[in-house]
T-cell receptor, first 110, second 119 residues
């Protein structure tokens, strides 16, 4: 059974701090990894894709991938109240299908 | 360009009625996915299309659920004899679903969803 695990939260972070979201996966053959943001009552929105070990930065967001340890993380710098949402981790398996985590609820406190 | 569209945005039906939900993917996207999301829950995979064929129907919860895709574009998810437990948001996503070199172009882009309420 291929699995993607995330802490359900809620993760509460003060405004302006760094929010760190983590995800582990079971399929060693996975090559592509995605972070989605889902606001309450809305559909998931792709915010980051990462394919190689290391860090990938896009504005205030940094995705980190460590294939040896089978984890991927998302850092949000200078957290804003508008970042409050559920963050979904998705991992592509060897059949090119996305396996989804259950999501981490992030709350940014003003 | 236009994103994924779904219709209707909301559907209220009576138990036992049939419903059809429609998804229009991003132009050129060959793969189309249906998910279901109950309140406060994660995504539940239902079915996946590559072109017009459905290699993976493993997520369909019962034989009351069926889906088709015609012309490699629009897809319809049909739920027959709806039950109250079918109430959820039904999400459609599409992707290019191809690989080039070390990466795949499999980012899925979601439509706004159809909120189904079965009374």
């Amino acid at each position: 059974q291929k699995e993607v695990e995330q802490n359900s939260g809620p993760l509460s972070v003060p405004e302006g701090a760094i929010a760190s979201l983590n995800c582990t996966y079971s399929d060693r053959g996975s090559q592509s990894f995605f972070w989605y943001r889902q606001y309450s009552g809305k559909s998931p929105e792709l915010i980051m894709s990462i394919y190689s070990n290391g860090d990938k930065e896009d504005g205030r967001f940094t995705a980190q991938l460590n294939k040896a340890s089978q984890y991927v993380s998302l850092l949000i710098r200078d957290s804003q109240p508008s970042d409050s949402a559920t963050y979904l981790c998705a991992v592509e398996d060897s059949n090119y299908q996305l396996i989804w985590g259950a999501g981490t609820k992030l709350i940014i406190k003003p | 360009g236009a994103g994924v569209s779904q219709s209707p945005s909301n559907k209220v039906t009576e138990k036992g009625k049939d419903v059809e939900l429609r998804c229009d993917p991003i132009s050129g996207h060959t793969a189309l996915y249906w998910y279901r999301q109950s309140l406060g829950q994660g995504l539940e995979f239902l079915i996946y299309f590559q072109g017009n064929s459905a290699p993976d129907k493993s997520g369909l919860p019962s034989d009351r659920f069926s889906a088709e895709r015609t012309g490699g574009s629009v897809s319809t998810l049909t739920i027959q004899r709806t039950q109250q437990e079918d109430s959820a948001v039904y999400l459609c996503a599409s992707s290019l679903a191809r690989a080039s070199g070390f990466r795949s172009y499999n980012e899925q882009f979601f439509g706004p969803g159809t909120r189904l309420t079965v009374l």
